[in-house]
């Protein structure tokens, strides 16, 4: 298994606890949880389930009794007679308690799956789950179950388990946010399946897939980056073609209205506020709306910054996803022409899209960027800021997406740019970064002495201008 050293371990440590053990797995759909979990226990449980979509044109209580009715199958081949049908959460949990106390193993492996899909409206399965650990599984004298429990819904088992104030408060005895793979990890993968690319190659495919193993998963060996991503995304029936709309109906309910968001976040490269994503959908500004922006930056798909020197009301939100950013830009209204990225790969179009991608992925690889600056050990802040023009006060008007403030009185302003060739700094480029100092010193106020440093996929042409930069972060330092 590529990279998850500290996942294995955390897992296959399990075993050695002499107290019950209750653990939450999260992260986004296609991240790798279930293969994780499986491998770090060789396919060895005493019961495992996956719960299953719904359809949400189905009643509450249909969708209920499907998901019983599917878990009454995992108690089967459990081992246990299901001789009745399964009515309820508590006639569930009292047969997975019968399966428990019928197996002869040391330690009890119980892995419930997509846990978030089997909680449809009033079921009770919470309640019922809370009950089964609580009351039953922490009581028992032999100490012996490990509970694994699973969802791709990263808000939901936040919300739910995790963050719970109920009867789940301190319960658990581990969690593991299970993130994308980097861009080591990607190539270490590629290398395991004798798929050759570049590292230049490998950054090009992750400003498109991101760090998902499973959409890696699909590259063919002895293909071209162009002609895979054409096999992948547009040829017909492609595998990657319908999975943006099975990626948000699977996270969420009723997923139109987050997709509203994404779609409004996705033409705005730079962010945009809470009251412009309103205008942008038509959707009122509520409680209902501020939780519907947590859970998508809890699953990864935007980010929420507040400049620095601002309060909550100035938030700026941004879309992130690797994934989400190309579809939108290149899927959502294409005629599906089979050759288009083979045909297209220099127009001004995916030009464009390039500067906007690699800044998404400089944006998951802050680490490797701090240890090329030599400051891994240095305790930062991380953040983005803009200003707007402000004649009174000098301001021309500036944003900056990769900000680190360290306690060293020293504070990094981060411009990303891709290229297809060591990067020329030019007259426009410098002009650019000054206006952005001058502006952020005159708008922070910082004391701290400002690093201008340039992040970019190759390296720097050498002239009057690149010597004017305090640091230069080259792609193969991303992959550290």
């Not at 206006?435 to 400002?450: E, G």
Request: with cysteine.
């Amino acid at each position: 298994m590529i990279g998850r050293e500290a996942e294995i371990k955390q897992l296959r440590s399990l075993k050695n606890e002499e107290e019950p053990q209750f653990i939450a797995v999260y992260g986004r759909r296609r991240i790798g949880k279930t293969y994780l979990i499986r491998e770090s226990f060789e396919y060895e449980f005493t019961f495992q389930h996956t719960g299953v979509g719904n359809d949400e044109k189905k009643s509450a209580e249909t969708q209920k009794q499907e998901q019983l009715n599917k878990f009454s199958e995992s108690l089967s081949e459990a081992g246990y007679d299901c001789e009745e049908r399964l009515t309820s959460w508590t006639e569930a949990f009292n047969a997975l308690k019968e399966v428990i106390k019928k197996s002869k193993e040391k330690k009890k492996v119980i892995f419930i799956d997509e846990l978030s899909w089997m909680d449809t409206k009033d079921s009770g399965l919470v309640t019922e789950l809370e009950h089964f650990w609580n009351g039953w599984a922490t009581a028992r004298k032999e100490k012996d179950i490990i509970l694994i429990i699973c969802a791709s819904a990263t808000y939901w088992i936040m919300e739910k388990i995790v963050n719970d104030k109920g009867g789940f408060h301190n319960r658990l005895t581990g969690q593991i946010h299970l993130k994308p793979f980097t861009l080591k990890e990607c190539e270490e993968y590629l290398h395991t399946r004798k798929i050759l690319l570049n590292r230049h190659q490998i950054i090009q495919c992750y400003m498109i897939m991101g760090g998902v193993p499973y959409y890696w998963s699909l590259l063919k060996k002895g293909r071209s980056l162009p002609q895979n991503i054409d096999e992948l995304f547009f040829a017909e029936n492609a595998p990657l073609q319908k999975e943006y709309n099975n990626l948000y109906r699977a996270l969420f309910k009723k997923p139109e209205q987050y997709v509203k968001i994404i779609e409004a976040l996705s033409s705005e490269n730079k962010g945009i506020s809470r009251e412009e994503i309103c205008k942008k959908t038509g959707i009122a500004s509520s409680g209902a709306f501020s939780k519907k922006l947590q859970e998508l930056e809890v699953c990864g798909f935007i980010r929420k910054y507040i400049p620095a020197g601002y309060v909550e009301r100035n938030a700026i939100f941004q879309l992130v996803d690797n994934y989400t950013l190309f579809y939108l830009r290149f899927l959502k209204n294409n005629t599906y022409d089979e050759h288009y990225w083979q045909t297209l790969n220099n127009s001004p179009k995916i030009n464009a899209w390039s500067g906007v991608a690699f800044e998404r992925v400089c944006l998951e690889h802050v680490p490797q960027i701090k240890a090329a600056l030599g400051i891994a050990g240095v305790h930062t802040e991380v953040n983005a800021w803009k200003c707007d023009a402000d004649k009174k006060k000098g301001l021309q008007g500036s944003q900056i997406d990769l900000l680190i403030v360290r306690d060293d009185q020293i504070t990094n302003i981060c411009e990303s740019k891709y290229s297809k060739a060591d990067y020329r700094v030019d007259d426009s480029f410098d002009r650019d970064m000054k206006r952005k100092i001058s502006d952020y010193l005159i708008d922070s106020k910082t004391k701290h002495a400002i690093h201008a440093t340039l992040i970019t996929n190759y390296g720097v042409v050498e002239n009057e201008y690149s010597g004017e930069l305090q640091a230069v972060i080259t792609g193969e330092e991303l992959f550290k």
